[in-house]
């Protein structure tokens, strides 16, 4: 099962006004969607360089280890100053702990909704930050918008002692991973994984079982993952999505994806079940 993330909880508060330091607090900067860390891949310390200027939102976004956690967002045509570099979610694995990971990937997606909610979508008017809640508002027409979550599922489906795994032409050379999709706009989680296997692999399923969930910064997905088993069909391939697919017993397996992802969780799990299945007499 998914284990709770430790030290890190969310919250939310207006940092008023939006360049006022707070010393105690962990500061993430993001030009754009893109975090600035210093050297060794740590948070910056304050004051922040003066180059930057007055962010466009600054705000509580949670607290990590009992310190607040503040994001300050600034417009994408913002220069990076030289002494930071730019810290990706996926190359922080393993280098920063799993809260700070947690913290990182809600500031992550909360900068993509400052930035694609500067103007309301209803009358153009400028959007102003709520002060009680994660919303962006428009004082001219009243419309607010909360932070998109986009959910998708994923399965590890299981046929015998064998589980379907899957490998897009973006992964890196020799990984596979479980199928998944975006949940269609009236659809249950569970038809999602339905349609996505027939689409992708051309098989049906059943049995389908919860398992776990995962937030995913990219921009915005909420992971909801699942095991079922084969019902039917042959493997076929979705050309423009899959570039391979097949059935890998538990005991001979390619590459995977990292150990903190919920597909990897999954497929460990289920792997660990059907050995010891075999091993009982
Ligand atoms: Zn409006």
Redesign the pocket.
Known sequence: MTAAVPDFEPAYGLVDPPDAEDGHALVFPFIGQKLLIGPGATLPRQPLPRSLGQPLRAFRFGILGGRDCVMRVWPTDIAIPSEYTIGDYRSLWGQWPPGQLAAFARARQLAAWVLHNRF?G????AMEPARAETACE?P????KAYPRISPVAIGVILKGDEILLARSPHFVPGMYSALAGFVEAGESAEDCLRREIREEAGIDIHNIRYFGSQSWPYPHSLMLGFTADYLGGNLVAQEAEIEDLGWFRFDSLPVLPHGGSLARRMIDAVCKTLAEKTRRP
């Open positions: 309301c209803a009358c153009g008017q428009c001219a027409c009243g419309h």
